[in-house]
T-cell receptor, first 112, second 114 residues
Framework: QQQVKQSPQSLIVQKGGISIINCAYE??????FPWYQQFPGKGPALLIA?????SEKKEGRFTISFNKSAKQFSLHIMDSQPGDSATYFC???????????FGAGTRLTVKP | NAGVMQNPRHLVRRRGQEARLRCSPM?????VYWYRQLPEEGLKFMVY????????ESGMPKERFSAEFPKEGPSILRIQQVVRGDSAAYFC????????????FGSGTRLTVV
């Protein structure tokens, strides 16, 4: 069963624009929320992650916003670049449990 | 400082043959996870292993699939009597014991059943 719902399935953004990908979860035991970036032919790579004790985490052009009451979190990519074109996966895992569940993925295309 | 090593990168099998996928976790990582990714789809959890133990195999098909992580050597995902529907990318990830829970993924094995 899908425990993490991700949208949109695909996203096209102009260079310099903001890319926003959303995820929602149901299991209140989840307490670690990473985002992974995957280029074609490669394995997913950890991009940025957040714990529910903060509402936002920023690393360079990438920001996670977290809404614990709504059980939603999102990835914002500022000043999107063509090199950001990839598939992005959100994920979640409960505390002290290594069983991570992934969203279905968002294929981002940044047009030059 | 090698990352998670998976081999082979590409594997072609005829229907009915066996496929063996190998995964060597990062040095110091004792937790291994296998995921399957179908074309244009997300990552589906299959199995979570620690050395010599299967911790969670709730995502594994009941038949034809098995996994192991022996005391010595890589983790093995074994698919017996492969069918066309088994064609997918299989990713292995590892994480250290009791530490940061971000996984490190390998580059995957792309299985094609002909």
């Amino acid at each position: 069963q899908q425990q993490v719902k991700q949208s949109p399935q695909s996203l096209i953004v102009q260079k310099g624009g903001i890319s926003i990908i959303n995820c929602a979860y149901e299991n209140t035991a989840f307490d670690y929320f990473p985002w992974y970036q995957q280029f074609p032919g490669k394995g997913p790579a950890l991009l940025i992650a957040i714990r529910p004790d903060v509402s936002e985490k920023k690393e360079g052009r990438f920001t996670i916003s977290f809404n614990k009451s709504a059980k939603q979190f999102s990835l914002h990519i500022m000043d999107s670049q063509p090199g950001d074109s990839a598939t992005y996966f959100c994920a979640a895992t409960p505390y002290n449990n290594n069983d991570m569940r992934f969203g279905a993925g968002t294929r981002l295309t940044v047009k030059p | 400082n090698a990352g998670v090593m998976q081999n082979p990168r590409h594997l072609v099998r005829r229907r009915g043959q066996e496929a063996r996928l190998r995964c060597s976790p990062m040095k110091g990582h004792s937790h291994v996870y296998w995921y399957r990714q179908l074309p244009e789809e997300g990552l589906k959890f299959m199995v979570y292993l620690q050395k010599e133990n299967i911790i969670d195999e709730s995502g594994m098909p009941k038949e034809r699939f098995s996994a192991e992580f022996p005391k010595e050597g890589p983790s093995i995902l074994r698919i017996q009597q492969v069918v066309r529907g088994d064609s997918a990318a299989y990713f292995c990830a590892s994480s250290p014991r009791g530490a940061e829970r971000g996984y490190t993924f390998g580059s995957g094995t792309r299985l094609t059943v002909v």
